[in-house]
């Protein structure tokens, strides 16, 4: 479990300000009823069900962790949560709830940033994928892993650890998310850079559609060119199409050596040079290039996330990158890496004020979470309005200092409204995280930012969600990122699959 990500969701759920978006009821749909209950009661163990109907009557507060999203700004009112534990049983529940038109939330870590993996508040039914988390199959010759979809990234992780794999995604939220939600989210996290996309590296899925059927394309071929790839479909449709209960994916090797070092920068304008630079030195073995701005780091100090770097390094820094090394040999990983610190020391024109260099496992892992814990000290500071954009890179600060502009214009900065806007994100990507953290979630604050921040991403051409997806979120500005045939198109193919649209109900499409 994410260390502190219950105590992050108690603050959200006490706020008595809380302003949360709910979707009105589809009319198509129907709330699950006793007698549905009694269905569930008879194809599943009692340990798989969690409802405040009769005959369980669960306080509803018993099911607030499923119906809260990780932010705390979507609230769903299901009553009733299931946790199977084989592909045939969620395959029956599905068939069930499609003939019923029941609604149907697929949910894995419930750590998604869009709302996508809670209830909008149609009656919905939460199937967790929580209690699906074996290992089928792992081949440490060619890395090919073949999982549950319930099985947590941090386990997938470790398991894989002895024989010298890693997994090909990572992110802050690996001690929850699960790999079917990675999946469904496409995630993108911090070894994308190195490794690429989902897209690339899942090799098959085990899909049951929303009528119940299971749709076995759990291949292991690392080569498949027999027509349609339909497993691409399930990669990034966050439920929207079918639950993942089972997926193939290639593992690397495990670097023989990683080092890090965070580069405290005098301003943005030297991030460009950075990137160049470093890519042009480090080549090979560069395996992330992360931004984190002033404010965005002060804050993952202020709650406690990573060890602070010497005050003599962050004096007069306008913003920090953290470089990622990971290669075949270390003596020749940290001759590179010390090679490129002098080019950046002794340049006629600094780029850098200083540099940090971990020495020791602790202090590499200590390093990450100053970057990875930002998105934890964010939640922990205030209610924050998520934009995962992404636009060039040139652009980064001028969308965080517009925004903050517009705000400003707007009378709505100060301690009592909207305390901090910040960036951060993977550089190495071209992906910004644009976050506005304020006291609470008011319609006033998301009037002045949507669809101003959207109609910027448009202006730089760039996309809406570089990673994180549409879920519920972002759904009415998506025309932003897809042309209206795109569109279109999409919802022609969730006609094919969903046509009663029980498979996550308001997410993804306008
Ligand atoms: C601290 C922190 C850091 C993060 N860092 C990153 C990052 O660097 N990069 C990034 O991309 N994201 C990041 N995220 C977002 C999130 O962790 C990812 O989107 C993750 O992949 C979601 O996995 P999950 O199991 O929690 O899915 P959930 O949140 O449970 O679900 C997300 C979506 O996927 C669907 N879904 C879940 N499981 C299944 C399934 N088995 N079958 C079909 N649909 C399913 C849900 O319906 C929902 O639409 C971060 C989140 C946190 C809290």
Redesign the pocket.
Known sequence: M?PT?QAARRLALQSSRRWSHSVAPSPRLNPVTEKDLAYFSSILQPSSILSTLSPSKLPASELDPYNTD?IGRYKGTSTTVLRPRTTQEVSEIVKYCNEKRIGV?????????VG??VPTGSGEVVVN?GNMSNVRHFDAVSGILVAD??CVLQSLTDYIAPQNHIMPVD???KG???I??????N????RLMRYGSLHGTVLGLEVVLPDGTILDLLSTLRKDNTGYDLKQL?IG???TL????GVSILTPPAPQASNNVILALPSFECVLPLFKTAKRQLSEIMSAFEYIDRTAYDLAVKHGQGRALNDEDVEGAACFVLIETSGGKREHDEEKLNELLETLMTADKPIINTGVMSQTPAQFASMWALR?GV??AVSKEGKAYKYDISVPLSSFKDVVDVTRERLREKGLLGPKAVKHVIGYG?VGDGNLHLNVVADAYTPEIEAALEPFVYELVAKYKGSISA???V?VMKTHALHYSKSNTAIEMMKRIKQVFDPNGIM?PG?VLP
């Open positions: 994410f990500r990780w939330v697929p949910q894995g870590g419930n750590t998604g940033l996508g993996s994928l979809a319930g992110l802050g939220a929850s998310c699960q079917g939600g990675n999946v469904a989210t995630a993108g996290g911090l399930f449709a966050e439920g079918g639950i993942i209960t990875e998105t934890e993977h990673e994180h997806g879920g996550n997410k």
